[in-house]
């Protein structure tokens, strides 16, 4: 089998394009997608318990550690003892992160309307229904066995 024909090289490929498409536009704000994806999953006025925001972009809890402490030396988040449990820290966002927040949901928001102008409806509901089901393959976690020699 070709490497064109496997199913992870197209997946790959345009994941890698839009990666590359997104690192641009937050180059232009000294940050990158990553930054733009973790302020997009927090919330801008009560914001969010630092334990939600890694599985919500499917990052390891140290990966995400660095990422916020990145964020923070840039000054646009910060922790905050929950006010409700003192056990629980919320990571806010800071009037620069505010702004940078609503730059990256800008820049998603304009990719997602120039796919939706290109690709019908119909098509798009296919590759979702496709995309999901992939995922769950990938969940499931047995797509490998060992073989009993």
């Known amino acids: 089998m070709k490497k064109e024909e496997t199913v992870d090289y197209h997946i790959r490929l345009a994941w890698l394009a839009i990666a590359r498409m997104y690192n641009q536009q937050a180059s232009q704000f ?5 930054m733009g994806f973790a302020l997009l999953n927090i919330d801008a006025e009560k914001g969010t318990p630092a334990t939600k925001i890694a ?25 905050e003892v929950d006010q409700n449990d003192k056990r629980s820290v919320r990571i ?25 102008e290109e690709i019908p409806e119909e098509k798009l509901n296919v590759f979702f229904d496709v995309i999901r089901h992939i995922a769950r393959l990938v969940e499931k ?9």
């Open 55 to 79: 599985p919500q972009m499917g990052l390891e809890p140290r990966s995400l550690t660095r990422l916020l402490r990145t964020l923070e030396d840039k000054g646009v988040i910060y922790r």
């Open 92 to 116: 806010r966002l800071t009037e620069a992160g505010k702004q940078w927040r609503e730059e990256a949901k800008k820049i998603v928001l304009r990719f997602n309307e120039m796919v939706r």
């Open 30 to 34: 000294n940050a990158t997608m990553s």
């Open 141 to 149: 976690n047995n797509i490998y066995y060992e073989v009993k020699h």
